[in-house]
């Protein structure tokens, strides 16, 4: 009697040992599919993000072409009155577009021009419309000790206004200007007057010094702006919790590039 309930005892121990060794197995498999699950889904919402990320930074990239100088837009994925979000994104699914361009200001301090560089602004910007806004009060102010080594000129087409050191819009420099038949003919006007009277200008900054060069400038008006010479164009996708963002820089200096060989020595 004994053996019988040893050997229903063992049987008992080792169904318990197998069920338990079945379970530990099938919860170890169900672990991996759902690690793995987790692992696919999260690589697809990062390929995902990252790919319409791309695409934002694309429709960004291409209203600056079509836009030009000193467009700026601010693109967010909760604005549900936009017409980008209304065209590119369904609310019922998980991806949202964003992005940010930003490339123009009123005012920029402390800038450091390196030794025999050169940088280039244009003294206007785009609007939404497609309309240009030219600037008439600009202020150019050098911090350093050496502002006599930094050429600046201000350049419309076939005239232009070349000095040295710092400027207010008020001063009166000489104009240069090609006339009809191909010479120089040359004038004193004010610099604001020379801003009002032409469109599409572009301050050029040089340093001939072999030291950096620290500058201010800023427009009286803040209303006014010109166009960074760097543009930062900031993308971002998200995906349910995951978002990816991505950052372009644009140097308009380069771009810009034929203008500085219209940098002169400076006149009074």
Do not use: C
């Amino acid at each position: 009697m004994r053996k019988s309930n040893s050997k229903k005892a063992y049987s008992v121990l080792l169904a318990l040992l197998m069920t338990s060794f079945i379970i530990i197995i099938v919860s170890g498999v169900f672990k991996l599919i759902l690690q793995n699950m987790y692992d696919t889904r999260w690589m697809q919402d990062y390929l995902k993000a990252y790919a319409r990320a791309e695409w934002s930074m694309e429709i960004a990239l291409k209203k600056v072409k079509d836009m030009w100088y000193g467009y700026e837009e601010h693109i967010f994925s909760n604005a549900w009155n936009n017409k980008i979000n209304e065209i590119f994104y369904d609310w019922n699914k998980d991806a949202k577009i964003w992005y940010e361009i930003n490339s123009r200001t009123w005012s920029i301090k402390n800038i450091n021009l390196e030794s025999n560089k050169y940088t280039i602004y244009p003294l206007y910007y785009t609007k939404a419309d497609w309309t240009k806004q030219n600037i008439t009060k600009l202020n150019f102010t050098i911090n350093s000790w050496n502002p006599s080594f930094l050429v600046w000129n201000i350049i419309w087409e076939k005239w232009w206004i070349s000095s040295t050191w710092s400027f207010s819009y008020n001063d009166e420099k000489q104009l240069k200007k090609i006339d009809t038949s191909n010479n120089f003919t040359f004038e004193n006007l004010k610099i604001i007057d020379f801003l009002k009277s032409s469109e599409d200008n572009y301050l050029i900054l040089y340093n001939s010094s072999n030291d950096l060069i620290n500058y201010n400038l800023e427009t009286i008006d803040s209303l006014e702006k010109f166009t960074l010479n760097n543009i930062s164009i900031i993308a971002e996708w998200k995906v349910w919790d995951y978002k990816q963002n991505l950052q372009v820089n644009l140097n308009n200096s380069k771009n810009l590039n034929l203008l500085k060989y219209s940098i002169l020595s400076g006149e009074n």
